[in-house]
């Protein structure tokens, strides 16, 4: 077991660009499914009531997959945000140990 760790920024952010598709892929499944709603005359001698079920069911499901967009979107925001801190941190922690250094007398010289 080792005390070290590295985190790729880049690999951080590609992955919140997939992310991202995804996210955008939902939405766009979530409006196709709007439309997909068959006449309740397709439905037969159970008509409406069967209509109406699925018709509730389908405002059921393109809410939850509205949410799930929305929940992943805010992941998505968070962890590129995160990653941009960790790499501000980063730059500045080594910026500070290269300054300390510098200011260290040159033996041998």
Known sequence: MSDRYE?????VLRVVQ?????TTD???T????????PPVGSYGVIGAQAGAAAGTA??????TLKAMEMILAE?????????EK???????????FLRIVDGL???GR
């Open 7 to 11: 985190v790729s920024v880049s690999e």
């Open 58 to 63: 389908q405002a059921e499901l393109a809410a």
């Open 75 to 83: 992941i998505g925001k968070r962890v590129q945000r995160t990653a």
């Open 26 to 28: 939902i939405g766009n």
């Open 18 to 22: 997939q992310l991202s598709g995804l």
């Open 86 to 96: 960790y790499a501000d941190a980063d730059k500045k922690t080594s910026a500070e």
């Open 105 to 107: 007398p040159r033996i």
């Open 30 to 37: 979530t409006g196709q499914l709007a439309g997909l709603t």
